[in-house]
């Protein structure tokens, strides 16, 4: 199996940054895609960027040009650098892998709380 152990949240004031880390470990030597969703207080989950082994990248719009995911493949690690946060960016933050087409594993979630 896969476990996915994240790092990097807590309170931040808004304007402040964060770096989430995500390192993964179990049965795959490397992962197809590595990515963060989120889950904000009495919504539904959704993407926030993710990266594929090539290094291409997507994110959802509203944090363009304030987040980087990036990732270490001989880690099996991604990151998150989270600038510029908002209070709307309060979630619940989880780790996503994909080591194939078909699987997918996720994190336990850690929480991202933009507050002054």
């Known amino acids: 199996q896969v476990q996915l152990v994240e790092s990097g949240g807590g309170l931040v004031q808004p304007g402040g940054s964060l770096r989430l880390s995500c390192a993964a470990s179990?049965?795959?030597?490397?992962?197809?895609?590595m990515g963060w969703y989120r889950q904000p207080p009495g919504k539904q989950r959704e993407l926030v960027a993710r990266?594929?082994?090539?290094?291409?990248?997507n994110y959802a719009d509203a944090v363009k040009g304030r987040f980087t995911i990036s990732r270490d493949n001989a880690k099996n690690t991604v990151y998150l650098q989270m600038n510029s946060l908002k209070a709307e960016n309060t979630a619940v933050y989880y780790c996503?892998?994909?080591?194939?087409?078909?699987?997918?594993?996720w994190g336990q979630g850690t929480q991202v709380t933009v507050s002054s």
């Open positions: 990266i594929f082994r090539s290094s291409t990248t």
């Open positions: 996503h892998a994909k080591p194939n087409y078909y699987d997918e594993y």
């Open positions: 179990g049965s795959f030597t490397e992962y197809y895609a």
